[in-house]
């Protein structure tokens, strides 16, 4: 069946042709490219799904999205990449700018979404692996077990089963670093630095509540036996005066009844990680912990730019 033609939606050159529009018209005011050789209406949404249905029109023979498309679409936090990724057979060949094609030999086990073709988040993770380093992987993994049905022992299971191939050792390494109910990259990169910085790993999102089952306060990171909490203070706490003004209060509550906090925010991780481990590594000696000596496996992934200039 024969849709009409919608301008709303991307479309291509013919399609324009056969619906009467000129080619005059087509590089004019009234339309954007998306694509080379793709076009929508001016004024729609210039989202990713605009991106993505624009793709899969230029490359009909595509499995679907994959890698950085497909983790975005199931809420997760891939690397970054401003291309569109599709899933293609491994004859398959496209050099549009903004589109990046992954060959198969066989097809990718696939699901549809919003009528959009998309690898699973399992075999996201897998495909991802050959294409970045540890901390994202963990950060991808970390945000789709938020967001999907699966848990960290699923990756780990599905890299240990996985026959191998490209990135499948870092797969492996860092599905072991996958943790649930992580709830922000930020606290991803900020455990992983404690953890690589040779400290003992903290407790993920330990919720605290009263006597009535109620709520009181969820630490992004803790030291149970030591009452000590790494909190990740993001820029929107000070952009939302009234929670920041209410997160103070409610801190102080919690440092009357023995706990204490280190505060960190993003420079102390990309500009001074050295810094924030000495900082949680005193913390943690003046609450009686032993620590072993530093390792500087943490150097590779979160370099000092402590003196740098800019």
Request: net charge positive.
């Amino acid at each position: 069946m024969t849709h009409p033609f919608d301008d709303r939606r991307p479309f291509r050159p013919a399609d324009a042709k056969s619906a009467g529009i000129t080619r005059a018209q087509l590089v004019g005011d009234d339309y954007q490219r998306v694509f080379r050789g793709c076009f929508v209406a001016t004024g729609q949404d210039f989202n990713l799904l605009t991106r993505i249905h624009a793709a899969l029109a230029l490359v009909p023979m595509s499995y679907g999205v994959s890698h950085h498309t497909a983790a975005s679409l199931w809420g997760a936090t891939p690397p970054e990449s401003a291309d569109v990724h599709l899933a293609v057979p491994h004859k398959v060949r496209c050099e549009i700018p903004g589109i990046r094609v992954h060959r198969y030999r066989k097809p990718p086990k696939m699901v549809h979404r919003n009528g959009i073709g998309l690898t699973t988040p399992l075999g996201t993770y897998l495909d991802l692996a050959s294409f970045t380093e540890l901390v994202p992987l963990v950060v991808l993994g970390d945000s789709l077990v938020r967001h999907c049905a699966l848990t960290p022992a699923d990756l780990v299971a599905a890299t240990t089963g996985h026959e191998g191939g490209r990135g499948i050792r870092l797969a492996r390494r860092a599905a072991t670093l996958v943790r649930g109910n992580v709830d922000s990259p930020r606290e991803t990169m900020l455990r992983l630095l404690l953890v690589l910085g040779g400290l003992p790993e903290p407790v993920v999102d330990h919720r605290i509540h009263a006597a009535d089952g109620s709520l009181l306060r969820r630490l992004d990171l803790a030291y149970l036996e030591q009452l000590l909490a790494v909190e990740y203070d993001g820029r929107h706490h000070i952009e939302r005066t009234g929670q920041w003004h209410g997160d103070i209060l409610r801190r102080e509550e919690f440092e009357q009844a023995g706990w204490r906090f280190v505060v960190i925010t993003s420079p102390d991780i990309w500009r001074t990680p050295g810094a924030t481990l000495d900082r949680v590594g005193t913390a943690l000696r003046e609450r009686g912990v032993v620590l072993p000596r530093r390792t500087d496996a943490w150097r590779a992934h979160f370099p000092d730019r402590r003196g740098l200039a800019g």
